[in-house]
């Protein structure tokens, strides 16, 4: 399926930023390879169903679902997601070949009418159906209503501009690569509010038997976003996080020594404290950036995570 003459096709979600992403990683492809490179655009479960919480309807994992069909049914070579969308443990026969320079990996408050979380009135609404954004809100600003907000990004801009809400909370990464930068009233800095693992970064996807493929867009890889990534992921796998619990985890660089923040919160308790962790150390390889988010995991514990787990 990669001989010189064939497209390689990507799968891809048909939302404007799903699209957006899948096209540059297209360009990519063309540009390093010189193939022609074709997009198969698919809706997902979790495009579909747009009532309820993803966490009650089965996790991130249906927006991905469709696409890992796709691929292994020969109708396309790779997916291309946004990681923090991608389950932790990726089903058998399937392997993450590749992530890309991150793009900035904050969370951004928007509102046409509020500059930043802390001008808002008590009471005031805020959207998110983020667990992880909503147990570090109502850590921030316990007086706040937070409430559901789910839809591509289009819509709940459209919502958030129809007076639904005084406020949502957005990753300024979709707002910047659909060029909506301006509707970006702050970033909240990873120390007030910890991304999700794999925030702001593509992964591609691909079958696992695609040897061929793998060891071509291996080139692609971003080294230092891969290893944080995985350290970022592995706080969850250790965890056996799902989208039920309200995760956060998020490395950066720091004087050669990768340092990993994390966050969790009660799944349904509004009173129960944010429990935070962070280690920081050396890391050259996968199994040491995995080994930083085992040792995070592990402090979280200590300090009775095991009782928000449950619940997730």
């Not at 994390?262 to 944010?274: K, M, N, S, V, Y």
Request: with cysteine; charged share 25%; proline share 5%.
């Amino acid at each position: 399926m990669t001989t010189t003459t064939s497209p390689w096709v990507i799968a891809t979600r048909e939302s404007r930023l799903a699209l957006w992403q899948a096209r540059h990683v297209q360009a990519l492809l063309q540009q390093r390879f010189g193939r022609t490179v074709e997009l198969l655009g698919m809706t997902t479960r979790g495009d579909q169903i747009l009532d309820r919480t993803l966490s009650k309807v089965g996790g991130k994992g249906l927006f991905v679902k469709e696409l890992e069909v796709a691929l292994e049914e020969g109708r396309a070579h790779l997916a291309v997601h946004s990681l923090k969308d991608v389950p932790m443990d990726l089903p058998a026969g399937f392997l993450l070949a590749a992530v890309l320079e991150r793009e900035d990996p904050r969370d951004a408050f928007v509102s046409p009418r509020y500059a930043s979380l802390e001008e808002l009135p008590p009471q005031a609404v805020v959207g998110t159906s983020s667990l992880r954004r909503m147990v570090q809100l109502r850590a921030l600003r316990p007086d706040l209503r937070i409430e559901p907000l789910r839809g591509n990004l289009d819509t709940r801009l459209r919502k958030l501009d129809e007076g639904r809400y005084d406020a949502i909370v957005l990753a300024a990464a979709g707002l910047m690569r659909l060029g909506l930068a301006e509707r970006i009233r702050t970033r909240f800095e990873p120390d007030r509010m910890i991304p999700a693992a794999g925030q702001g970064a593509l992964g591609i996807e691909i079958r696992a038997d695609q040897a061929e493929l793998r060891e071509r867009l291996a080139g692609l890889v971003d080294r230092p976003t891969w290893l944080a990534v995985h350290a970022e992921r592995a706080v969850s796998r250790a965890l056996g996080g799902s989208c039920s619990v309200p995760l956060a985890a998020h490395a950066v660089w720091q004087d050669g020594q990768l340092r990993l923040s994390t966050a969790i919160g009660h799944p349904e308790r509004a009173d129960a404290p944010l429990l935070k962790a962070a280690v920081s150390g050396p890391v050259a390889d996968t199994a040491q950036a995995e080994a930083l988010g085992v040792a995070a995991a592990q402090q979280l514990r200590e300090q009775g995570a095991d009782g928000y787990l449950q619940h997730g």
